[in-house]
């Protein structure tokens, strides 16, 4: 099929890519020029593992561009993949996909189905229709459909090509009969149902995995106060079918474009509505907070990060992507600045996105060896392979007072009680190995 994809993001790039993959002819269209140029030469605007090598496998499929009413023109399916940020008050910004919208009654000149991949408010694709219909140039039938899309930073390929499932929502049995025809290729129980309903599957389930998320972070904040073992009980969880051994990772919270921005859109949502998710409030809440966790582990070790060297290991939200949206650091680090600290950081794919953010009062270092030269307190933010798998015995030769303070559990307790260190996890027990109490 002859298919246009509008936005090359995480959804919109990596919809478009997967969907060439399976023979289609695909347009992807973005208002930057030199994003698109940089496409047309096969690569990748942005980080995500996999994603360049579909890109140059597939260009004979694939094309870019900023003109849009061509891309749009004669397409048989629309996808939209533009952003939709949150706005202060916690609701979604839809500027984006109405102006996509207003672009494509402008431009369509055959029978075509709008697709909307992009994560949305209930009742949006509704809104879309009304819109899309009042402004049509042309002659022409338009349907619209919702098409959530599943997908993680970091396995988005993977997620899309292999998904869990593809959820369709449709007022009619047109557009959804095309849909399946768009996705023949993919292995994928389908679901096909209203638009309304597709809706809300993206919002509960993103709230759903939040909540978990949120929920076992608690139990690990009350496993440190009574003695008990996060990972042991989250092991033992694990092996009811009912629950699952999934997204139960203690840490310190959830970050990224979807969780933080999905559970504040959809408990808007609601209290727009006279209604509150408390359960969704809830865990909005406890990430807040769960964001705090190691600058207050800090405080039993220095009374303050004034003057001390302070050593930072990952600062985007997950390991595998160069997303800074939402990570604990953007929370942590300004609070260690004003606090005087000298910091050094490390991250393997995401410091000249965190330059931009903060360009001084940080040493940006190459490797977590010097990162830790000389360091007072060392705190892992994100779980990237090259700190679990760093050799435990540096900590002590590399740092002057080697305390670790580790978000994410990177390390075994029990290689840690070879260490000389003393090494401050989620929900399990604080290892002390240092003779000298530092406390």
């Known amino acids: 099929m002859k298919i246009a994809e509008a936005g090359t993001g995480y959804v919109g790039l990596v919809t478009g890519v997967c969907l060439a993959e399976n023979g289609h002819s695909v347009t992807c269209v973005d208002i930057d020029d030199r994003k698109v140029a940089?496409?047309?030469?096969?690569?990748?605007?942005?980080y995500e593992p996999g994603l360049?090598?579909?890109?140059i496998n597939?260009?004979?499929?694939?094309d870019f561009t900023t003109d849009y009413k061509e891309a749009y023109r004669y397409a048989d399916v629309i996808f939209i993949g533009v952003g939709t940020p949150e706005k202060p008050d916690g609701s979604a910004n839809l500027s984006y996909i109405y102006g996509v919208a207003e672009q494509i009654a402008a431009s369509i000149e055959k029978d075509c189905v709008v697709v909307v991949k992009s994560t949305v408010p209930i009742g949006t694709n509704d809104k879309i229709e009304g819109l899309i219909k009042s402004n049509l140039k042309n002659n022409v039938n338009v349907y619209v459909a919702s098409n959530p899309e599943f997908l993680a930073q970091g396995t988005a390929v993977r997620d899309t090509l292999h998904t869990s499932r593809i959820v369709i929502g449709v007022e009619?049995?047109?557009?959804g009969n095309i849909l399946k025809e768009v996705y023949k290729n993919f292995n994928a129980p389908i679901v096909v149902t209203n638009r309304k309903s597709a809706e809300m599957i993206k919002y509960a389930s993103n709230d759903f995995l939040a909540l978990k998320i949120s929920f076992i972070n608690e139990i690990a904040n009350l496993c440190?106060?009574?003695g008990a073992n996060i990972e042991d009980v989250a092991h033992g969880m694990g092996y009811?079918?009912?629950?699952g051994n999934k997204f139960l990772n203690a840490g310190i919270g959830y970050g990224g474009s979807c969780f933080p921005k999905d559970t504040k859109a959809l408990h808007w949502l609601a209290n727009?509505?006279?209604y509150e998710l408390r359960t969704v409030k809830a865990a909005i809440d406890v990430n807040e907070n769960q964001k705090l966790k190691l600058i207050k582990k800090s405080r039993k070790y220095f009374d303050s990060l004034k003057g001390l060297n302070v050593a930072v290991l990952g600062l985007t939200f997950k390991p595998g992507t160069d997303d800074l949206r939402e990570a604990p650091t953007l929370v942590n680090i300004p609070l260690m600045l004003e606090d005087g600290a000298n910091i050094k950081a490390w991250d393997p794919v995401g410091v000249d996105n965190f330059k931009k953010l903060h360009s001084e009062g940080i040493m940006y270092c190459y490797s977590i060896e010097e990162t830790l030269k000389d360091a007072d307190i060392c705190f892992i933010f994100t779980e990237w392979d090259q700190v679990k798998?760093?050799?435990?015995?540096?900590y002590s030769k590399l740092m002057k007072n080697p305390i670790v303070i580790d978000g994410r559990n990177c390390y075994d307790l029990e290689s840690v009680k070879d260490a000389a260190m003393v090494y401050d996890s989620i929900g399990r027990e604080t290892i002390h190995n240092l003779e000298v109490s530092l406390i």
Request: proline share 5%; glycine share 2%; charged share 30%.
């Open 38 to 46: 940089l496409m047309k030469a096969g690569v990748s605007p942005i």
């Open 52 to 55: 360049e090598e579909l890109m």
């Open 58 to 62: 597939n260009m004979e499929r694939l």
């Open 172 to 175: 009619d049995t047109i557009p």
């Open 224 to 226: 440190e106060i009574i």
């Open 240 to 243: 009811d079918n009912r629950i």
């Open 272 to 274: 727009f509505h006279d």
């Open 389 to 394: 798998h760093f050799d435990l015995k540096n």
